[in-house]
C-alpha cells in the first residue's frame, strides 16, 4: 500500500525551501505514486521560472566537475540552484554516481542548492517521463537554475537537450568526441560547446574540429544563435568566466527572440505526449490482461480480421471507456 500523501502541505515546505520536502516530492515523480497528479496540480502555478541547462558529454569528459564549478559560479551571484543527476542507464541511484556526489560534497551544506541523483529506467517513459516532473518540483521549489546533467548514453543527449532552455555539450581533446558528437547528433543539440581538460594536449585542435563541424550544419539565417566553443580546466576552475558569459548570452537571446517560449511549448507538448502515451500503454496492458488482444490475434490468425481492423479496434477499446475490445 501506498504510503498517505499530504500534498498541499508538502508542496507548501518545498516551496519554502525545505530539503526534505523537494526530496520526497522526487521521490514521488522516481515511484510514479498515485499521488503524483495532485503534486503536479498543485505545483503547477508555482513553475516557470527556472532556467534549466542541460549537462552532457561522454563518461569522463568533466560534467560533474563543470555542473560543480557552475554551481560555484552561480551560488556567486546568490542564485538558488538544483542539480538534477539522471542516469537513464542504472535502475538504481547510488552507483554511477556516487563519485558525482562525492564531488558535489563541497555544496552539501549549502542551503541555496539541492543536489539530487535519479534513475529513471524503473518505469515506464523514462527519461523523458521522469526527468520533466523532477524539473517541475525543483522549479516550484524556487530554483533560479537547474543543471541537469546526464550520462552521454545515445539518445539521452538528444532527450536531455528536448528538456533543457540552454543545452550544454562537453567535450575532451583526444578522445574523438567531435566525430562522437556529429554521430550522435550532438552538434544540433548543442547551444554551447565546452572543450574541457584543456590542460590536455590538443585543445585547440578540438575546438577548431568542432567550430569546423558546426560552421557545415549552420543554416546561417540571421539572428540564429551561433554555439560558442568554450575552453575549461573544469577541475581548476579556469574558463569559468567565459562560459557563465556564453550561458548568460544564450540565454537573453533565448529570451528576446521569443525561442525560449517555443522551446517551452515544445517541451510541455512533449511532456503531455509522454504522460498520455504511458497511459495508454497502461490501458493496452489491461486489454491485453483480458485477453482482447489475444483474441484479436486469434482472429488475424484464423483470416476473420484484417491486422488494420483490428488495430482499429484495439484503438478505439483504448481510448474509450469500454473494458474489452469488440
Ligand atoms: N586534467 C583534467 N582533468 C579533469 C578536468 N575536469 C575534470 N577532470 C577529471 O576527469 C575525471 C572525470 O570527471 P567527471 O567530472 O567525473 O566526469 P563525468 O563523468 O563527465 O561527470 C575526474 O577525475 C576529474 O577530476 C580538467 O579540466 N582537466
Ligand atoms: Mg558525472
Known amino acids: 500500500m501506498a504510503r498517505a500523501v499530504d500534498v498541499p502541505a ?38 516557470g521560472n527556472a532556467h534549466v541547462i542541460g549537462i552532457t558529454g561522454s563518461p569522463g569528459v568533466g560534467k560533474s566537475t563543470s555542473t560543480s564549478a557552475l554551481v560555484k559560479a552561480l551560488r556567486a551571484r ?20 556516487l563519485g558525482d556526489r562525492v564531488r558535489m560534497q563541497d555544496h552539501a551544506l549549502d542551503p541555496g542548492v539541492y543536489i539530487r541523483s535519479m534513475a529513471s529506467r524503473g518505469h515506464l517513459g523514462g527519461l523523458s517521463w521522469a526527468t520533466p516532473q523532477a524539473l517541475r518540483v525543483l522549479d ?10 546526464t550520462v552521454g548514453v545515445g539518445q539521452s543527449e ?42 590536455r594536449d590538443g585543445a ?30 573544469a577541475s581548476r576552475e579556469e574558463g569559468m568566466d567565459e562560459l557563465m558569459a556564453s550561458l548568460d548570452k544564450h540565454q ?11 522551446r517551452r511549448l515544445r517541451r ?21 490482461h483480458g485477453r482482447g488482444l489475444d483474441e484479436l490475434a486469434a482472429q488475424v490468425v484464423d483470416g476473420h480480421q484484417d491486422p488494420y481492423a483490428a488495430a482499429d479496434s ?13
Do not use: Y
Request: glycine share 8%; hydrophobic share 50%; aromatic share 2%.
Open 140 to 149: 516550484a521549489a524556487g530554483c533560479d537554475v537547474v543543471l541537469v546533467e
Open 10 to 47: 508538502l508542496v507548501e515546505q518545498a516551496r519554502a525551501g525545505r530539503p526534505r520536502a523537494v526530496a520526497r516530492l522526487i521521490s514521488l515523480v522516481e515511484d510514479a505514486h498515485p499521488a503524483l497528479r495532485e503534486v503536479m496540480a498543485a505545483l503547477a502555478p508555482h513553475t
Open 78 to 97: 546568490d542564485l538558488r540552484i538544483g542539480v538534477l543527476a539522471v542516469d537513464p542507464s542504472s535502475p538504481f541511484s547510488g552507483g554511477a554516481l
Open 252 to 262: 537573453a537571446w533565448l529570451g528576446e527572440t521569443g525561442h525560449l517560449r517555443e
Open 314 to 326: 484495439l484503438v478505439a477499446a483504448v481510448t474509450s471507456d469500454v473494458d474489452h475490445v469488440q
Open 204 to 233: 585547440d585542435a578540438t575546438v577548431r574540429d568542432i567550430r569546423h563541424m558546426i560552421s557545415l550544419g549552420e543554416s546561417r539565417s540571421p539572428g540564429d544563435w551561433r554555439p560558442p566553443v568554450v575552453k575549461t580546466v
Open 158 to 199: 538528444v532527450e536531455i537537450a528536448a528538456m533543457a532552455d540552454t543545452t550544454l555539450v562537453l567535450l575532451a581533446p583526444g578522445m574523438g568526441d567531435g566525430i562522437q558528437a556529429a554521430k550522435a547528433g550532438i552538434l544540433e543539440v548543442g547551444d554551447v560547446f565546452v572543450v574541457n581538460k584543456a590542460d
Open 268 to 288: 510541455a507538448a512533449d511532456e503531455i505526449e509522454s504522460i498520455a502515451l504511458v497511459q495508454l500503454r497502461e490501458r493496452m496492458g489491461d486489454l491485453r
